[in-house]
């Protein structure tokens, strides 16, 4: 069983920072990619930032690009997402996802999520 369990949320002013963490145990964590999500009230879970097994590639949502950087510590089993010059469209639940791959199969696991305000 995976368990996932993020930290580091909570109230920031516009401009400022917050650096999310997502421990991951159970299973080897350099096994899996692992993506940061986020739903604001009344709208969908979206992508916000992906990186891969070993940490050499990252992907961005359009919205967050120049501002958050997503990396992982394999030997902490722990993926972070650092959020810079937040903005108030950024406030949601922010949600650590978990990806194995095994050949044509996917298995997905979640975090319990942690709230970001973006507030004056």
């Known amino acids: 069983q995976v368990q996932l369990v993020e930290s580091g949320g909570g109230l920031v002013q516009p401009g400022g920072s917050l650096r999310l963490s997502c421990a991951v145990s159970?299973?080897?964590?350099?096994?899996?990619?692992m993506n940061w999500y986020r739903q604001a009230p009344g709208k969908e879970r979206d992508l916000v930032a992906s990186?891969?097994?070993?940490?050499?590639?990252?992907n961005y949502a359009e919205s967050v690009k120049g501002r958050f950087t997503i990396y992982r510590d394999n030997a902490k089993s722990t993926v972070y997402l650092q959020m810079n010059s937040l903005k108030a469209e950024d406030t949601a639940v922010y949600y650590c996802?978990?990806?194995?791959?095994?050949?044509?199969?996917?298995?997905?696991?979640w975090g319990q999520g942690t709230q970001v305000t973006v507030s004056s």
């Open positions: 996802n978990a990806v194995r791959k095994l050949a044509s199969l996917r298995y997905y696991y």
């Open positions: 159970g299973r080897t964590f350099d096994n899996y990619a």
């Open positions: 990186i891969d097994e070993s940490g050499s590639s990252t």
